[in-house]
């Protein structure tokens, strides 16, 4: 800088360009409804009918949801309307159409009767959101624990798939691991390929906060309306606000890349809670 000139503050000046469009005019834009947004919910399937119903108690029209049962043997069955044996995709899937509900939703059921899922199947209803579905937004309200890919190779396995996503400017967003603050969890931990969130009391629905630590990225709120009465906060509730959030400013943005969209929450989250720094 030369003598006598005035200083630029960069931070300010763009904290100056938030006020003025990114936390007001993306997330309070009436046209950030998702629309143009095709949203990959890989869980346990969706209750389309209570889903239905809660919407048009509301007066509101979401788009008809594709249901897809993803089989061990590699099969697709796009048949199954049964409703699902497991409730967390259909809360899941609640959160993401209040934030979004002009979204095309993608419901890819990897669960079926189990209470657990295997990388083979994650694996590949992630190609199918990728390629097929042509999916702008993933929701993993799910994780398979360390121990259970314990095999490098797998791991590998597990992270080309996110980079994957990345190459396409997808976004994929991932639940932290709710069981224990030291155990990690897969895939959140590869937090430079996606957005990985952890559960927070907030003081609205709409917001989140850049928080990162081992493994994590953002705190979101860990409160759903469809969640069983007296649960606790969930990281699988704040996952799906997050992203939910990014795809009403994917209707805004369709072209839109991973690390473009990490930098508008980052900074509409410095706005909201006045945070100084990264970690702040």
């Not at 788009?63 to 259909?90: E, Q």
């Amino acid at each position: 800088m030369t003598e006598g000139q005035p200083s630029f503050d960069f931070f300010k000046a763009l904290q100056d360009l938030i006020k003025l469009g990114f936390r007001d005019g993306l997330l309070g834009n009436p046209l950030a409804d998702g629309s143009g947004v095709n949203i990959a919910l890989i869980d346990t399937g969706v209750n389309v009918a209570k889903l239905q119903r809660k919407f048009d108690g509301k007066g509101v029209k979401f788009k008809p949801i594709t249901n897809a049962l993803f089989k061990p043997n590699g099969v697709i069955d796009y048949s199954s309307i049964a409703p699902p044996v497991l409730p967390h995709g259909t809360v899941v899937a609640d959160i993401l159409l209040n934030h979004a509900p002009q979204a095309q939703l993608y419901s890819a059921n990897v669960f079926e009767f189990r209470s657990f899922t295997e990388l083979d199947l994650l694996l590949h209803a992630i190609h199918v959101a990728i390629h097929d579905w042509k999916c702008k937004v993933i929701n993993l309200s799910l994780g398979l624990p360390e121990e259970r890919l314990q095999q490098p190779w797998r791991r590998l396995q597990f992270l080309n798939a996110l980079e994957d996503a990345y190459r396409n400017d997808v976004l994929v967003f991932a639940a932290g691991n709710n069981d224990h603050p030291l155990t990690r969890s897969f895939p959140a931990v590869f937090e430079s390929s996606l957005f990985s969130v952890n559960k927070k009391l907030l003081d609205g629905m709409l917001k989140f906060k850049y928080f990162p630590q081992a493994g994590l990225e953002f705190l979101g709120h860990g409160y759903a309306d469809l969640a069983p009465i007296g649960s606790d906060l969930e990281t699988s509730w704040a996952t799906a606000h997050l992203a939910g959030t990014a795809a009403k400013i994917a209707s805004l943005c369709p072209t839109i890349k991973p690390f473009e969209m990490k930098s508008i929450l980052y900074w509409i989250s410095r706005e909201w809670y006045g945070q100084s720094g990264c970690n702040s």
